[in-house]
């Protein structure tokens, strides 16, 4: 019996020895006095393009090195800030958010920690990612958010920028964005960027954008072209919807954008009367007044089985001879005379108008939502929470800055 248990010891020891011999492990730096390994950024290089989905391939791999391994000092220092002030997440708040990442990746249920340690991506990388963010995010509610708070003066000088710059084009776009930096070539800001070109998509830009974009994240969100600098409304004013552009260099680094919709947008005039309308529209310039009547005929039948914008836009793609669909949100300026009068004239919502008959042809028009105005007390909260959480990531982007400088940090070559 003894000799079989000194047996298993000695094997134990062999395999032990064996392991890390033939994975010689290095520190890469060192954050506070704690490390980080040439095995803690493989893991994480793991994870990164497991997630984006995107070919785990060599070059791509030494080209954003450097990056990810920013990101783990980052992840460290956010770790180490929210240990300092006693701020915790439980085991249920990082496996809600698993479970929210195996959605996002389609993924069944329990099964993302099973599949990513087949493709040698351990639980502890998972969780480490996943808790660094999320303590992240107490540190900013509890030190910034609670503490931010927007003047009526900054509110007012928004809110006039915006009535003026309305009217202008809007564009929704979302950002791949990396510093300047001074690394070497190897490292340089340009090489990451066209890299992560190399293999974006519309499908997969948000999780690249989330998994290697500096500072932060810029998804879906609006900007007015007078909002842009002109390299970056030059390149956008060019893209058709759902087109990425190249990577453009600006003053503070490189970005790739990715345009998701854009708009015309109205002229703000405060109390404005706004309808939101769908329309059937026979296209004819036949006046004949038995052909009148018999569209009048038929826009009568159809008013009998259309109650809703839902339903006549179905309408228009099965009915022969007719075409329309939804208008849009109009104001009262904007409209037909004629138009205006069958609204004016108490049109309830979800009801089909007479017929209106102009040069193009005969309309009929149907109201989608109860008739509003403009409220510039509505557009002055949402201007106030804008500029309330443009602050709050400015923010939040200074403290790591002032946690970096304030730490001891020793970075090793690569």
């Not at 990425?244 to 503070?252: A, E, F, H, L, Y």
């Not at 998701?260 to 309808?275: A, Q, S």
């Not at 026979?282 to 006046?287: E, G, P, Q």
């Amino acid at each position: 019996m003894k000799e079989k248990i000194n047996y298993l010891l000695l094997l134990f020891i062999f395999i032990i020895h064996n392991n890390l011999y033939a994975t010689k492990i290095q520190i890469l730096a060192k954050v506070n006095n704690q490390i980080i390994t040439n095995i803690d950024l493989e893991y994480r290089l793991n994870l990164a393009i497991e997630i984006a989905n995107i070919p785990n391939e060599v070059k791509f791999r030494k080209q954003i090195k450097q990056q990810i391994l920013n990101l783990l000092i980052d992840e460290k220092l956010k770790i180490q800030e929210a240990e300092k002030y006693g701020i915790l997440i439980s085991s249920e708040e990082v496996y809600s958010e698993i479970s929210r990442l195996e959605q996002r990746l389609k993924l069944s249920e329990d099964s993302l920690v099973k599949n990513f340690k087949k493709k040698n991506i351990p639980e502890i990388a998972i969780y480490n990612q996943i808790r660094g963010q999320l303590l992240w995010n107490k540190i900013i509610s509890y030190r910034i958010a609670n503490n931010i708070s927007i003047s009526n003066k900054q509110t007012e000088e928004a809110l006039q920028n915006f009535i003026k710059s309305s009217g202008e084009v809007e564009y929704n776009i979302s950002e791949i964005f990396i510093n300047s930096t001074s690394d070497n070539l190897e490292n340089s800001s340009e090489d990451k960027i066209y890299s992560i070109y190399d293999k974006v998509n519309v499908s997969n830009f948000t999780i690249l954008a989330q998994q290697f974009s500096d500072g932060a994240l810029n998804i879906d969100n609006w900007y007015r072209e007078s909002a842009l600098s002109p390299e970056i409304i030059t390149t956008i004013e060019n893209l058709r919807i759902g087109d990425i552009s190249k990577p453009i260099q600006t003053n503070s680094g490189l970005h790739i954008y990715l345009l998701n919709d854009k708009r015309k947008t109205k002229k703000i005039i405060e109390n404005e009367t706004l309808y939101n309308l769908s329309q059937i529209f026979f296209k004819t310039t036949d006046v004949d007044k038995n052909k009148i009547q018999d569209i009048k005929n038929r826009i009568s039948n159809l008013r009998e089985n259309i109650k809703s914008c839902f339903k006549l836009e179905e309408a228009v793609t099965k009915e022969a001879n007719i075409s329309g669909g939804s208008l849009g949100l109009l104001s009262s300026g904007s409209l037909d005379k004629r138009f205006l009068e069958v609204l004016e004239d108490n049109l309830q919502v979800g009801q089909l108008s007479k017929a209106i008959i102009t040069t193009e042809g005969i309309h009929s028009i149907m109201l989608c939502e109860a008739e509003k105005t403009v409220d510039l007390d509505e557009i002055r909260k949402n201007i106030q929470q804008k500029l309330r959480i443009e602050k709050i990531n400015n923010a939040a982007n200074l403290l790591l800055n002032s946690i970096k400088q304030r730490a001891l940090i020793e970075i090793n070559s690569i």
